[in-house]
């Protein structure tokens, strides 16, 4: 007769393996249905800021993701989506050179007033894209996150961009994707969400708790990178 404490620790194990199969096949479906579903939306007439997030660590410059990021961020601003362009988002390579100051300086390249640029060179993380994003806009949005906001980045990383935005405050978001509908993704792009997923959950939850109890920021940010 097996002895109760292994059979329960069997099945306390079977309960994980599946539990963390569930997880992974949900944190996969979201973003093939956000790829697969995805078509150009309906702009905001009155949007009040264009948020490009980075995206891949490339060091000594950027690499083709954000850089196609940037591109899009550009053309909806010189189309006149938006007054104001943020770039979120931070690498530091060994030079000392800042990814968001290079997102700056693409997009100054490509005719953008410097004037209209924010910038949070900060954040490491889409958390951390998104509370950092708030700090920088709540002054232009005067306190107002349900001001219309349009956020760029790829077709795959959109759902957990809106999510993040959405734990930060953000609640009215138009999501526009950097690569188009005919562009491939790959399934590293796609693996590399079902890890994040569930990461994020954990981590966005730790630090709503700790807020609530009053931590100091530093304390918040330093778990969300």
């Not at 989506?81 to 700056?104: E, H, K, R």
């Amino acid at each position: 007769m097996p002895k109760p404490a292994p059979r329960l620790l069997r099945r306390l194990a079977a309960g994980a393996v599946g539990l963390g199969l569930v997880v992974a096949l949900v944190s996969l479906a979201i973003p093939v249905v956000a790829v697969l579903s995805y078509h150009e939306p309906t702009l905001p007439p009155d949007a009040r800021a264009i948020i490009v997030l980075s995206g891949d660590d490339v060091l000594g410059g950027l690499g083709p993701e954000t850089a196609a990021r940037v591109d899009r961020g550009v053309a909806l601003w010189k189309a006149g989506a938006a007054p104001i362009l943020m770039f979120t988002g931070a690498l530091w390579d060994p030079a000392g050179v800042n990814q968001s100051s290079q997102m700056v300086s693409r997009a100054v390249l490509a005719g953008v007033d410097p004037q209209a640029i924010r910038l949070d060179p900060d954040s490491r993380s889409t958390l951390q894209n998104a509370l950092f994003t708030g700090r920088v806009l709540g002054r232009e949005l005067g306190g107002n996150f349900a001001a219309p906001v349009i956020l760029v980045t790829n077709r795959w990383h959109l759902p957990r961009a809106w999510a993040s935005f959405r734990w930060a405050g953000f609640t009215n978001m138009t999501l526009v994707a950097s690569d188009g509908a005919k562009v491939q993704v790959t399934w590293s792009d796609l693996g590399y969400e079902v890890l994040k997923w569930p990461f994020n959950v954990l981590r966005g939850s730790a630090a709503s708790l700790m807020m609530a109890v009053g931590a100091p920021q530093q304390d918040v940010d330093a778990i969300l990178p």
